[in-house]
């Protein structure tokens, strides 16, 4: 059972303030571990890699070898079904055209002095991609993270999977090999994110690390942050839905549930209108989480972190809305587009009655790595943007040095910095 | 006296190597310190605000006010000369322009099957903008870190500013009114910070927080990240000057020396093609040296962390250039278009013997605000992005989801997530 949260009673705006502060993870600390897998995998490279993966992964890799072949990939291929990998091609061709769109332009142009500005992007050199072993091993996820950087033109991506008993998930390899990842390792955890970000004889490093993980994959990123760029560091899924009572109660019951059967900290949000509509939904979730596989998951999210919240109109749904800033967002409502103006902070919204959050999961062409925890308010889900960084540029001739230079000079002196003020003066033949 | 390091030496990778990854940074270890003045300010509020601030600015806020009044403002651009009031302007003028260009466009769009895709960007509610205190507290950064957001449509900017012994540098206050900074608060340090993330009885909360700052500050920033935003936790300033040998010594000698002022940890590296130019900029250095007010901070930094390349010709200086990935890179030599489509890795990039460094710090119109300690391979420098977050569109209607549903419905079950794929098939009237 979740909790209501009910708009017109007295109390609503202090248990929805506690509501929005609910933590939802528990983050051991497991940094001393981290730091001390890094530093081996620092000292001792490709032998520290195999001895954490004997150890973890109950996987010899000095006999299977780190880097997975090519061969393996063939196999790996070969083994999936005709159906998954139709649907992963259908997937990644989406995905690539919408993220063609976000390639930003370099931006080169003279002002009116003619000065010389610009904007310039590159590439991130190589990127290395962490995907997750065991349950948690997406192929979905492959090419969310993987396509992105390609679009880029990012030269070399890099992918680590840790090899669970000496298996990797066939369909995962199958999605590397369609999102044009370049090399793959079986290596996870700590030491896998240590190799991507200093290197040893066996895989190069790279400049930026991206992709989920557990407990000490988050903190080994953190930990090597600086050595190397990486995205965000993702917490449990989260979906609001705002549904008029005019909705199927089974179809939201059924989006809520598809949240919830995430992680123990998925959290699903319902935002309605109407008491009787919630309540229907409420016993359709009670209804459903009968028959699914990961029902004791699902109920279990629902019941500690899932809510019902009954407004007094739609529009008093934006605010809230705009507080929770929840990763998905699912506009479930006649008129989706007098709400869809009011949402500033939400990671992807899916509008109207038939765009459950699940299309944009897997097969809509919009990036599914979205920001969680409230973070929508201050940051975007993962785009090309992520993999491309920004080099402005500046170009003076005498001319265009003489005009700016009494101001550089005047605002170098007010704040004491004489050689700052010096190398603009020196080049006017005037001195020091 | 830098180092020399000779390209055609033996020796050279590995001892390029070794100064790629010299430290310049020793970051105290204050967490514990900071988490409890952050814990305080949560609990305390403003009262905590003022007791830190008696104790380490030594300022009674009680009787002064957190907030700095408009009148206090006028007082302060009264008190600022005109030319440096001029020059703030032609410079806010110049960045205003320039950043108005980076504003990044929604794109709202149908693909073939229909199906309504996109990305629209919104402004973040508020940004905090931290100021240092004392000598480090520059007028130009306060345009540099507040005309961005301006831009972008923040429509609530706070400055936060320590007032050591009660004084706040009027130039910084004028800078802030021509930014349009919103709220000013004469607080600083970690409790500052913890003001801007969590709020106080005067203080309003923000979503994201920018600005450089102590280790305090720093550390605070890495605290409350996740509550609030961050831009990145810079590093001490470096200059990258690529020259041939018909430079005039004595310019490339203030360029480098303009970066060693700032703090002991900068860092000028002469990268050049010409034994007998690098040693007669390093005789020019030592000349000016003698006549710097910060000759002391500029001379120390120039011996510890200063560099002299000498490399077998100019088109050699691109892998290292690469490598070093400098937040700031001149390129003193006849064609510098020929280097400039090579390099892949700088914060900015200052083209031909006209165009110091300097003027990008001050008055060229890009962002002074770069990425430091090797940071360019991965991140850029602020922009209008660090101030707005995309949040994607998808938009089915029931022809496209039917289009669409059944490589979904494939995927979700390829990864064991029933409740995903129920959440499209119940659309799709065919049950669960």
Known sequence: MAIWLEQASGDFEERFSAFLSTKREVSDDVNAVVKAIIDDVRTRGDAALIDYSARFD???????G??????????????????????????AERIEKHHARQMPKDDLYEDALGVGLGSRWTAV??????????TASYPSS??????????????????????????????VLAAARIAGVSEIYRVGGAQAVAALAYGTETIAPVAKIVGPGNAYVAAAKRQVFGQVGIDMIAGPSEVLVIADRDNNPDWIAADLLAQAEHDLGAQSILVTNDRAFGEAVEQAVERQLKTLSRSQTAAQSWADFGA????????????LANRIAAEHLELAVADPDALLSGIRNAGAIFV??????????????????????RSARFSSGLSVLDYVKRTSILRLGPEQLAALAPAAITLAHSEGLDAHARSVSIRLNRGG
Chains 1, 2 share one sequence.
């Open 352 to 373: 109207g009655r038939h765009t459950p959050e699940v299309i944009g999961d897997y097969i809509g062409g919009s990036n599914h790595v979205l920001p969680t925890a």
């Open 58 to 64: 109950k996987v010899d890799l000095a006999s299977a």
């Open 66 to 91: 780190l880097r997975v072949r090519e061969e393996e990939i063939d196999a790996a291929v070969a083994a999936t079904s005709a159906d998954v990998l139709d649907a992963l091609r259908l997937a």
């Open 142 to 171: 492959v090419l969310m993270n993987a396509l992105p950087a390609k679009v880029a033109g990012v030269p070399r991506v890099v992918m680590v999977v840790p090899a669970g008993g000496g298996v990797v998930n066939p369909a």
């Open 308 to 319: 019902i919240i009954l407004v007094k109109d739609l529009a008093s749904s934006l605010p």
């Open 125 to 134: 050199d190589a990127v290395g991609l962490y995907v997750p072993g065991g």
